[in-house]
């Protein structure tokens, strides 16, 4: 059984797993129900300034039978009375010294009012403080929220309001809504914030309802872009996870980083951890199933790092970031082709259509080894798809469409050039930005384009 | 009577399991359809109440290892559970999409689950260090080693003793090996071992140690004898050759299969095959004959189709197989030539008043007489009891079966008993005694607790 206990910026936990701060962390009923089961930690649903929310919230999006692949939702922070809040935010963290309880807070964006909630929250005996500067709707209209998190220079003032009075540690949790984010994510760095958190939500629609026009969710006759989260984002919170991971002014000061969108099962966990997640959170996964998912999560992380012999979660966080590369520096011989099993292959022709009509035409539909016209054949053997390897640009796109396990493999092979990259190629030989250069080179090496 | 005629190959798919293994994705997919229902009704459908949403869910997240343990937390003999359970009656009768889809396959899903973990022999159980006291389970089929395997984890030091050569009971020697071939059972047997049991074969209690003994060298008995023999029918010819009884037939099949297609294309049966009884192991012989190559089988039953002890399952699957049933058939004699079966003489019966069991009562249509033509009998008509080993207990009885309250504990109280030996006809099955194999280990171990505190 691998250790998986964590240490967060000093906070420590039993297992690298918190509940986000949203709906399953909104009282001391649902976290208590939730430490029982095993989880790690619990970000409170954020705290702060009074809001009053609607009625119909979240929108769901259902895709082939898979209902909640993701949910978005128009939802506010906490609407309970901050001293209901407060009490019982004191009541857990006495009951559950082991566990990490984080607590999130927005206030309006005065300095006061943030001295103040820092001073409440710290009051509570609370492990630390997520600054929510992601709320995409209802809060940021307010000022609050991403009207903070999308301008760099706010991110960086409230953050050193906090950080200049917290004596626990201030995590600054980050929006996706921006075009890169590692801008909000240094403007933390600079403010002295002790952690990251990413993502929050994205900005969404998730849905029209064609009955009557009306939007998802509809709230009297009315819809707004709401909160995306759920597996459906997991792989834009994985990007942006390892773009702040890789950040070097985030390396340099060891800035932990707590990952989030998405993770709904083990699997997504170590993908989090390898990118380079310290903490993991996890949001609607838990409104769909329940707090009961905690057993496989940990369960199934422990199992995974026996199988490969690694005693502690540690050993694994951050160990796929250093091979986050430029495009440009690929190496431009590496090649691969596709090869399709015909023992196990089920004559689906996926394959054969999408490379024909969605890639390169490198698929060949044959019978006894000889090529035929899908449209005029009118024979009775099966026709078996077969790959061009010499045309194959090796896209995966086939291996992507195929049903069947390993069915079809990528195989590298031997493109019989010398290794060399973009970076490379246009230092050496800057004229290959000429078409007609390109060409001469492409001759020169053998890159033929099918 | 001769070796089946049939080629090896197609031995090899009459003997194959029924159902086959689930491959990696299709395990996927199936795990995927499983909603993870909140306080799931499968879960109170299986009498050994396997969190079936967790191990599915672990099972759909690749988690395999965590599935096999979820399941067996609950269930030690889960591997045989999986292939024997009538599920359509139990878990997945019980599944919320039965209702406008088609119910998940749990059977298959935690026999997915159960080979992950035999394949690579993983052991994700552990046991407590020993507390000193000695345990005797006599009979290792289903509810002996549960019971064993149970005590074993809470430090016991549990011996089994079992008159057969191989362990596993009714698992190893009555299941039909297109349900449940004997490496699978002898597999489960091997974990039970890991868990510290010690198994002793070819000891017959009663015979090799006395009760008496047993009652003094340990500190606790669990009784999980099953049920014995097939009795005879008690007409005229029962001694002739091409008689035999169905437990014996089915697990000359096991043993053969064990051995190799080879050994089972040998094994003598007729042509004509008359399957006296038309309860579980009537219909499993029957089918074992009719699969092994012979032309004509036929169920002989005293009463009509409705009375029949077999699941509708059953009695769908046999009539697929081709099997012909004589229904209100009594037998009254064995024909014979030569000292070798040529037919069986039965009166019709006809039905009366319902009895006391709901059953209707059967009497014979004067001068019905007829004889069915054929040149093997076999006997299915239940089990004896084991009275002589629950005397020597000195045991309470009910109807035959051993007294046993709520705790499974019998008339002495140094003294358990659960499985078939308690508990008659259609609920005595494999999951029921794995069950009770757990309930007893509880109670002893509480009553064990008691007394030394
Ligand atoms: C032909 C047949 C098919 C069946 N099919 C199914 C099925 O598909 N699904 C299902 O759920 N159930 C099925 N059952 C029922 C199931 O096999 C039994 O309910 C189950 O095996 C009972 O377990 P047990 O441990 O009580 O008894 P058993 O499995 O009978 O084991 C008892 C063991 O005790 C040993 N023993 C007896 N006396 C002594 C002694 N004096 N000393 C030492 N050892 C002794 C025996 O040799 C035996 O190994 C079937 C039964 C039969 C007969
Ligand atoms: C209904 C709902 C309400 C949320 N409320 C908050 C909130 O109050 N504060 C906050 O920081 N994040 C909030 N979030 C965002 C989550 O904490 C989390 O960042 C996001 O859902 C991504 O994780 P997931 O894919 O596991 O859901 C909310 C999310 C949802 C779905
Ligand atoms: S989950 Fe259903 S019942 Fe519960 S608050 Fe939401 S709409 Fe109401």
Redesign the interface.
């Known amino acids: 059984m691998a250790d998986l206990s964590t240490t967060f910026a000093g906070i420590k936990s039993p297992n690298p797993f918190w509940l986000a701060s949203a709906p399953p962390t909104n009282s001391a009923y649902q976290i208590n129900k939730a430490f029982e089961q095993g989880w790690g930690g619990a970000v409170w649903k954020t705290i702060g300034a009074p809001v009053l929310n609607v009625s119909s919230r979240y929108g769901g999006y259902e895709y082939k039978g898979n209902k909640l692949v993701a949910i978005n939702n128009v939802e506010l922070i906490s609407d309970r009375p901050l001293e209901v809040n407060l009490r019982e935010i004191r009541e857990v963290k006495k009951l559950w010294s082991g566990r990490a309880v984080i607590v999130s807070a927005m206030v309006e964006s005065k300095p006061e009012a943030w001295h103040d909630v820092v001073m409440k929250i710290e009051d509570t005996g609370a492990d630390g403080i997520e600054l929510n500067y992601g709320c995409p709707h209802g809060m940021s209209e307010r000022g609050m929220g991403a009207a903070v998190g999308q301008v760099p220079e706010y991110c960086t003032m409230i953050t050193e309001w906090v950080t200049s009075v917290a004596s626990i540690p201030v995590i600054v949790k980050l929006t996706p809504n921006v075009t890169d984010i590692t801008k909000p994510a240094l403007a933390a760095v600079q403010a002295k914030a002790d952690a990251l958190s990413l993502i929050n939500t994205i900005n969404s629609i998730i849905g029209v309802d064609l009955d009557n026009f009306q939007l998802k969710p509809n709230v009297g006759g009315k819809g707004s872009h709401g909160g995306y989260a759920g597996p459906a984002v997991k792989p834009v919170a994985l990007h942006m996870l390892s773009a702040v991971a890789q950040e070097e002014a985030v390396q340099r000061v060891g800035l932990p980083i707590s990952g989030m969108g998405g993770i709904q099962?083990?699997?997504d966990a170590a993908e989090f951890l390898l990118l380079g997640a310290t903490s993991l959170q996890v949001c609607t996964a838990v409104m769909h199933?329940?707090f009961?998912?905690i057993?496989?999560l940990t369960?199934?992380l422990s199992?995974?790092l026996d199988e490969k012999g690694i005693k502690s979660v540690g050993e694994i966080i951050g160990a796929s970031v250093p091979r986050v590369s430029d495009f440009g520096d690929f190496d431009l011989s590496y090649k691969v082709v596709a090869r399709i099993d015909p023992e196990t292959c089920t004559n689906c022709n996926l394959c054969y259509i999408a490379c024909d009509e969605g890639a390169h035409q490198c698929i060949d539909l044959t019978v006894d080894g000889h090529k035929i016209d899908p449209a005029s054949y009118a024979g009775s053997v099966k026709p078996i798809p077969v790959v061009r390897e010499d045309d194959c640009v090796g896209c995966n796109l086939c291996s992507l469409v195929c049903p069947?396990?390993s069915c079809i493999t990528m195989l590298e092979v031997d493109s019989g050039r010398d290794s060399i990259t973009w970076k490379e190629l246009t230092s050496q030989k800057p004229e290959v930005l000429n078409w007609d250069e390109m060409e001469k080179y492409r001759r020169e090496v053998g890159i033929k384009i099918h | 009577m001769d070796g089946s005629k049939l080629s090896l190959d197609e031995l090899k798919d009459r003997f194959s399991e029924i159902k086959p293994a689930l491959s990696k994705r299709e395990a996927s997919i199936e795990a995927n359809r499983c909603l993870y229902c909140f306080d799931a009704p499968c879960i109170a459908a299986c009498p050994t109440s396997i969190d079936v949403p967790t191990f599915i869910h672990k099972i759909s997240t690749d988690n395999v290892l965590g599935a096999a343990t979820t399941i067996l937390e609950a269930n030690l003999l889960a591997a045989t559970c999986s292939r024997v359970c009538p599920v359509e009656e139990l878990c997945e009768g019980a599944c919320v999409l039965g209702t406008d889809h088609k119910p998940i396959e749990i059977g298959r899903l935690q026999r997915y689950a159960m080979d992950y973990l035999y394949d690579r022999d993983l052991m994700p159980l552990t046991t407590a260090p020993p507390n000193g006291k000695k345990v005797a389970v006599i009979g290792a089929g289903p509810a002996g080693l549960s019971c064993a395997g149970e005590l074993a984890k809470l430090g016991y030091q549990v011996t089994v003793l079992e008159k057969q050569n191989l362990p596993g009971g009714l698992s190893t020697y009555g299941i039909v090996v297109m349900r449940e071939p004997i490496r699978i059972a002898l597999e489960e047997v091997e974990f039970v071992k890991k868990l510290g049991v010690e198994i002793k074969t070819g000891v017959e209690v009663g015979k090799d140690i006395s009760a008496k003994d047993l009652l003094e060298q340990y500190d606790a008995v669990f009784i999980a004898t099953g049920m014995g023999k097939v009795p005879d029918l008690g007409i005229p010819g029962e001694d002739l050759s091409g008689v035999s009884e169905a437990l014996s037939f089915i697990a000359e099949t096991k043993l053969a299969e064990k051995e190799g297609l080879e050994r089972l294309s040998k094994l003598p049966v007729g042509r004509r095959v008359a399957v006296i009884g038309a309860g579980n192991t009537a219909i499993d012989a029957a089918t074992i004959a009719k699969r092994l190559g012979a032309d004509n089988v036929t169920i002989v039953y005293r009463r009509s189709a409705e009375e029949m002890p077999a699941y509708d399952f059953e009695y769908e699957f046999i009539k697929n197989e081709g099997v012909e049933f004589r229904f209100l058939s009594q037998p009254l004699e064995i024909l014979g030539e030569n000292g070798q079966v040529s037919g069986l003489r039965c009166d019709k019966m006809q039905l009366g008043e319902p009895g006391d069991d709901g059953r209707h009562q059967v009497s014979p249509v004067p001068n019905s007489e007829f004889t069915l033509e054929c040149d093997q009998v076999i006997k299915a008509i239940g089990q004896e009891k084991l009275l002589e080993l629950f005397a020597a207990f000195e045991l309470e009885l009910k109807r035959g079966y051993v007294k046993v309250d709520e705790t499974l504990r019998s008339s002495n109280p140094q003294v358990f008993a659960g499985g078939d030996c308690i508990r008659a006809g259609g609920l005595a099955m494999t999951v029921t005694a794995t069950e009770d194999g757990k309930i007893a280990a509880k109670s002893i171990h509480n009553w064990l607790l008691e007394t030394t505190s």
Do not use: Q
């Open positions: 099962t083990w699997r199933y329940g009961r998912i057993e496989d369960e199934g199992n995974w069947v396990d």
